[in-house]
């Protein structure tokens, strides 16, 4: 129904930055969220950012101000904007949506990778 690719991770040093693509086969007035969320080695999976198809975002206290989540409609496409990356975002990034039509539907894409380090 709802197919989800991530791309824009890789190797970056410390401060440096990295734009994250969550490109969707569904419209994005189908989604009625996105969220991005992370997972590092012995970490539990941690919600990054949301964005609602009003337009409303949430972000986790460890990334305000450094990370800026957005969409595109007519791209169906959402982005993370990751600026002045620490050592402590390297994570695999997952992008996740949520459709609501009746039930809640869950969709994962694959996730990328960032590596921050010097």
């Known amino acids: 129904q709802v197919q989800l690719v991530e791309s824009g991770g890789g190797l970056v040093q410390p401060g440096g930055s990295l734009r994250l693509s969550c490109a969707s086969s569904?419209?994005?007035?189908?989604?009625?969220?996105i969220n991005w969320y992370r997972q590092a080695p012995g970490n539990k999976r941690e919600l990054v950012a949301s964005?609602?198809?009003?337009?409303?975002?949430n972000y986790a206290d460890s990334v305000k101000g450094r990370f800026t989540i957005s969409r595109d409609n007519a791209k169906n496409t959402v982005y993370l904007q990751m600026n002045s990356l620490k050592p402590e975002d390297t994570a695999v990034y997952y992008c996740?949506?949520?459709?609501?039509?009746?039930?809640?539907?869950?969709?994962w894409g694959q996730g990328t990778q960032v590596t921050v380090s010097s």
């Open positions: 964005i609602t198809s009003g337009g409303s975002t």
């Open positions: 996740n949506a949520v459709v609501v039509v009746g039930v809640v539907y869950d969709y």
């Open positions: 569904g419209s994005m007035f189908s989604i009625n969220v």
